[in-house]
């Protein structure tokens, strides 16, 4: 049995079913993607939950391939926009134009940062001479030994692009392991070989869609799992109005969620999550025209104050329907979800004016999602761990209680927090159920003749 539709559920059922194993997945949501959610907006589908794929995201790709999916690059050709504090500039290239000396500070805890990184166990992040030190630290300990203040706004606005959360909210150590698991921070950021090189042409969710298909009815929608026993005998998850059993059950929906999950027994140490799931508010504005493009300007912006944190160009294939996609991150996301959708759009087209010009008050349509106010999610891209999080619950992430096991992007090794670590995680998950089925079906020494 495996509890949530997202890609780290599907691809677990997936591999067991391939194994031989009899599965049901049960999705609370009239949908299955979980993170993942791909709509029409204007003359094209976009997605508003998670879009990217990075060229080595290999689980990802093979999906692709596997159902006949076609992707496109991501636009990112012009002069981009950095909007610090009040002063605007542009600049080309990953890093945005800032003066010498702060830049020199800047690449100097870059440098840092992937020293540090690189000394971190994918594995086993809580482990080394290193680990408790880290882990009692936040990122903005970090910041305080950076003398340039512009210099620490550029971190702040990158933990806010890449976790949604602001640098005093997250530990050091998980920072490190998250960045090293992508390959480096400045991989997370980067468009041309990083996590938003490429784009799917009809949208992301396609490939929970693809999976979906694949285990037919094996997958019940609109079935929250409210209570999950576990024993010795099996597991029986119960909903609203069933019960399922099954000899294993895989978990694999947020953090936030499986500590809203009733156990009996309960879980041997608490799992409650150590941290806050990153606060996004995604939001696409149609154009009739590419202005940007004709401007020389890519569409990216970084906004180191307001409510918008970084935009990209998020038109269709071939340019196909214009559009901005903006996100709203951390505190932000935070105080602009309590006002309305109205107030909204208008401070993320304000934000586009002052940084692009004045056809950014032009859109000809807004789409947006709020994921902090998703039940199903808790917020989004995903959970960062607090300063102290990693010693704490990192040795149980991923460790199987029994005849449960755990899944999704946060239990991953590889892009943990990005599509192709939920695939991993959901392999992982289903290859610990197939050894240990494999193990009890193996004859015994005294069984043998």
């Known amino acids: ?247 294993r059950c895989v978990i694999a929906v947020p953090p936030a969620l499986v500590a809203e999950l009733a156990f009996d027994p309960p879980l041997p140490q608490t799992r409650a999550p150590l941290g806050t799931t990153g606060r996004t508010i995604k939001c696409i504005l149609t154009y009739e025209r590419a202005h940007w493009r004709e401007a020389g300007q890519s569409g990216e912006l970084v906004a180191t104050d307001g409510p918008v944190c970084f935009t990209y160009d998020n038109s269709g294939p071939r340019g196909g329907q214009p559009a901005i996609v903006a996100f709203l991150e951390g505190d932000a996301a935070r105080a602009w979800s309590r006002t309305s959708t109205r107030a909204r759009r208008r401070a993320v087209e304000d934000e586009l004016v002052r940084g692009f010009g004045s056809w ?17 999610a808790r917020g989004c891209p995903v959970h960062a761990l607090a300063p102290g999080g990693v010693l704490a619950l990192g040795p149980l992430v991923r460790a199987p209680v029994g005849r449960l096991h755990f899944a999704g992007t946060e239990t991953a090794t590889e892009w943990c927090g990005y599509m192709e670590g939920a695939l991993e995680s959901g392999e992982r998950a289903a290859a610990e159920i197939l050894a240990t089925q494999a193990a009890s079906a193996a004859p015994r020494s005294e069984d043998v003749p």
């Open 1 to 247: 049995m495996v509890v949530g539709a997202g890609l780290a559920g599907l691809m677990a059922a997936r591999a067991l079913v391939d194994g031989g194993a009899d599965v049901i997945v049960l999705e609370a949501q009239d949908r299955v993607g979980g993170r993942l959610l791909s709509e029409q907006v204007g003359d094209a589908i976009m997605d508003l939950g998670g879009q990217w794929l990075a060229p080595d995201q290999r689980r990802a790709w093979r999906l692709v391939h596997d159902f006949g999916l076609t992707t496109f690059p991501t636009y990112h050709e012009g002069a981009k926009v950095l909007q610090l504090g009040r002063k605007r500039s542009q600049y080309r290239g990953v890093i945005p134009r800032v003066n010498p000396l702060a830049l020199a500070q800047l690449q100097l805890a870059l440098l840092r940062i992937d020293w540090l990184r690189k000394r971190i166990s994918l594995e086993a992040p809580w482990t080394g001479a290193r680990a408790a030190r880290l882990d009692a630290r936040s990122v903005a300990d970090l910041q305080r030994t950076i003398p340039s203040k512009a210099a620490r706004a550029l971190v702040d606005v990158s933990v806010r692009a890449v976790f949604g959360v602001e640098t005093h909210e997250l530990s050091l150590l998980h920072f490190l392991f998250y960045a090293h698991a992508g390959g480096g921070l400045m991989r997370l950021l980067e468009v041309e070989g990083g996590a938003q090189h490429t784009r799917l042409v009809g949208g992301a969710q396609q490939l929970a869609a693809g999976l979906a298909r694949e285990l037919g009815d094996r997958v019940r929608l609109s079935t929250p799992v409210r209570r999950i026993d576990h024993g010795d005998d099996g597991v029986v998850a119960h909903t609203d109005d069933a019960r399922f059993a099954a000899d």
């Open 360 to 376: 950014a008050r032009a859109s000809t349509g807004y789409v947006e999602k709020d994921w902090t106010v998703d039940p199903w």
